[in-house]
C-alpha cells in the first residue's frame, strides 16, 4: 500500500537553531512528494515539492527538502528557524491519483 | 485570484440534520478534491473531480454522504442525516492539469451536536 510516515509527532527546537521535520514513503514507481504547512485554523498551505531533478529542494519561507531515494525520505529542513515557523506540517506524496498525506508533525519553536 | 471559497466556515448543526458544504475551486482548475481532517485520523481524501466527473469516491465514509460538482466552478458535499463523528474539519482543494500541488480552501469547521 502507498503510504506516507512522519515519525514524529512533535518537534521543538530553539528559535535561530536549524529544525529537521522527517518524512518517508511507500510508493511504486516514481514519487511526486510534498510538504505543506498549516497554520491555526487555516488551510494548508504549499511549501515545496520534489518531481524530479535536484535532490535538494528549495521552497517558501526558506524551507528546503532533501529527497533519498534509498532512504525512500523526503525530511523538510531549514537552517535557522523562527518562532513564526510554528505550526502543522504534513509531508505528502503523489502515487497519480491523489495526494496521500502524512499524519502531521507539529513544529513548536521557542524564543 | 481569491483562491478556493468554501462556506461556510462553521456549521454547527444537529444529530440527524442535513448538512451542505460548498466549494468553489481556482478557475481554470481541473481537478477538486474533497477532504476531512480530524485529530485521530489525519487528513483523509473523500472524493475526488476531474472535470466535473467524480474519479475517486472510496473514501467516502459512507452512503450518508454524497458530493457533486454540477460545473467546473462549484461542487458540494453533503451529509445526511450527520451524526457526531461527522464532526471535522472539511477541506476543498483544487489543482490546474500542469501542477502537482493542491491550492486549499480554509475549509469548514462541522460540529455535530
Known amino acids: 500500500a502507498q503510504s506516507v510516515a512522519q515519525p514524529e509527532d512533535q518537534v521543538n527546537v530553539a528559535e535561530g537553531n536549524p529544525l529537521t521535520v522527517k518524512c518517508t514513503y511507500s510508493?511504486?514507481?516514481?514519487?511526486?512528494l510534498f510538504w505543506y504547512v498549516q497554520y491555526p485554523n487555516r488551510g494548508l498551505q504549499f511549501l515545496l515539492k520534489?518531481?524530479?531533478?535536484?535532490?535538494l529542494v528549495k521552497g517558501s519561507y526558506g524551507f528546503e527538502a532533501e529527497f533519498n531515494k534509498s532512504q525512500t525520505s523526503f525530511h523538510l529542513k531549514k537552517p535557522s528557524a523562527l518562532v513564526s515557523d510554528s505550526a502543522l506540517y504534513f509531508c505528502?506524496?503523489?502515487?497519480?491519483?491523489?495526494?496521500?498525506f502524512g499524519k502531521g508533525t507539529t513544529l513548536s519553536v521557542s524564543s | 485570484d481569491a483562491g478556493v471559497i468554501q462556506s461556510p466556515r462553521h456549521e454547527v448543526t444537529e444529530m440527524g440534520q442535513e448538512v451542505t458544504l460548498r466549494c468553489k475551486p481556482i478557475?481554470?482548475?481541473?481537478?477538486l478534491f474533497w477532504y476531512r481532517q480530524t485529530m485521530m485520523r489525519g487528513l483523509e481524501l473523500l472524493i475526488y473531480?476531474?472535470?466535473?466527473?467524480?474519479?475517486?469516491d472510496s473514501g467516502m465514509p459512507e452512503d450518508r454522504f454524497s458530493a457533486k460538482m454540477p460545473n467546473a466552478s462549484f461542487s458540494t458535499l453533503k451529509i445526511q442525516p450527520s451524526e457526531p463523528r461527522d464532526s471535522a474539519v472539511y477541506f476543498c482543494?483544487?489543482?490546474?492539469?500542469?501542477?502537482?500541488?493542491?491550492?486549499f480552501g480554509s475549509g469548514t469547521r462541522l460540529t455535530v451536536v
Open positions: 505528502a506524496v503523489n502515487p497519480g491519483t491523489a495526494l496521500i
Open positions: 510508493v511504486s514507481g516514481n514519487p511526486y
Open positions: 520534489y518531481i524530479t531533478g535536484d535532490n
Open positions: 478557475s481554470g482548475h481541473d481537478y
Open positions: 473531480f476531474n472535470n466535473n466527473v467524480p474519479i475517486d
Open positions: 482543494a483544487s489543482q490546474g492539469w500542469s501542477n502537482y500541488g493542491y491550492t
